[in-house]
């Protein structure tokens, strides 16, 4: 046997075998992908379901990819077979003929059945690949993008376009199926056609202004801070500082009721950090904010990095229950 071409062949073999298996796979992914999930997923700010959703809209660039993808790996599984037969002193053809069905198993129908049955989560772990690989492959895939916008004119059909937004005939189709199935109530579909609505709009439409809040400060004794907190009648109350400018006040922080309740005086009881937002954010971009950082409000900046106003979660939610109006019976008493 001839080590010296025996390792390298055996090496194109797996490298071959391993993108075969990769390219095969990642093709049936791509097209069995959720485009609901997807869309929710890259509204709450994933980066590989928005980098997929965009792809969607030029499919020629992704297609081209795989397609020379997968003849790079056929030509290193035929490489490694031919080196491996002169290795060892065999014929070609008979182990190619051995091979084939192992390729068309391992390097074909596996991947794909694999990709079938979890496209989301396995294409989340492959878009970093295909972040080297586009850009890789764009000179030639640019040429097939040219190719089929002139296919697509010649023939007069309009390819479908993705956005971070479903239509309400997507929406009703989609939660349509899922009452069928029954995975999904008639509280859970009116819940998520109310995010849907407003997932776009900027938290300043959904918040309230400051000032109706009361706050307390850092000179108030304890007893007075949790007179306070009683009054308001939440789990939660803001700290404020005096402006510098000798108007209003800054807040700086937050106490939980049950921290006060806790502690000896008011030095002792513990200041929770604010969460700030733009008031330009969208909505839900605060709710996934909201929720990752366990934080029952967010302080809005205006555009000048004021403080002015506040969304409360729980106004929010009761918000995308009953889709009211959002000035009017928006400010929850703390």
């Known amino acids: 046997m001839d080590f010296n071409l025996f390792i390298p062949g055996l090496l194109f073999f797996v490298v071959g075998m391993s993108s075969s298996f990769f390219f095969s796979g990642t093709e049936i992914g791509f097209y069995r992908l959720s485009r609901a999930r997807l869309v929710l997923n890259a509204l709450a700010g994933d ?3 928005r980098f997929w959703l965009r792809l969607s809209n030029g499919s020629a660039f ?20 031919v080196m491996i ?23 074909e129908l596996l991947p794909k059945s694999i990709f079938l049955m979890a496209p989301d989560r396995l294409m989340r772990r492959c878009a970093p690949i295909y972040y080297l690989l586009i850009p890789l492959f764009l000179p030639i895939s640019v040429l097939l993008w040219i190719l089929n916008i002139a296919l697509t004119r010649l023939l ?19 939660f349509g199926e899922g009452e069928n199935l029954g995975i999904i109530q008639k509280t859970q ?11 776009e709009d ?5 918040s309230a202004r400051l000032n109706q809040f009361p706050v307390v400060n850092s000179d108030m004794s304890l007893e007075d801070v949790l007179k306070t907190a009683r009054s308001a009648g939440a789990s939660w109350i803001l700290l404020c500082q ?3 400018s000798g108007r209003g006040w800054i807040p700086s922080g937050f106490y939980y009721f049950h921290n006060l309740l806790s502690a000896n005086s008011i030095e002792d009881a513990k200041v929770e950090t604010l969460l700030v937002v733009p008031e330009n954010l969208p909505t839900v971009e605060v709710f996934a904010k909201l929720t990752r950082e366990r934080k029952p409000f967010v302080i809005v900046a205006n555009k000048e990095g004021a ?23 928006e400010e929850e008493s703390i």
């Open 47 to 49: 980066r590989s379901s």
């Open 85 to 107: 037969s002169q290795a060892i002193y065999r014929p070609e053809l008979i182990l190619s003929l051995v091979a084939t069905p192992f390729v068309f198993v391992y390097g």
């Open 202 to 206: 900027p938290i300043a439409k959904w």
């Open 242 to 244: 005096p402006s510098p």
């Open 189 to 199: 579909q009116r819940l998520a056609e109310n995010i849907f609505a407003m997932a």
């Open 62 to 81: 992704f297609i081209s990819t795989v397609l020379l993808g997968n003849n790079l790996a056929n030509y290193c599984v035929s490489l490694g077979i």
């Open 156 to 174: 007069g059909e309009t390819p479908r376009r993705y956005a971070l937004r479903m239509s309400q005939r997507e929406l009703r189709l989609f």
């Open 307 to 329: 403080f002015t106003r506040i969304a409360v979660l729980k106004s929010l939610q009761s918000v995308a229950y009953d889709n009211e109006s959002g000035d009017e019976g």
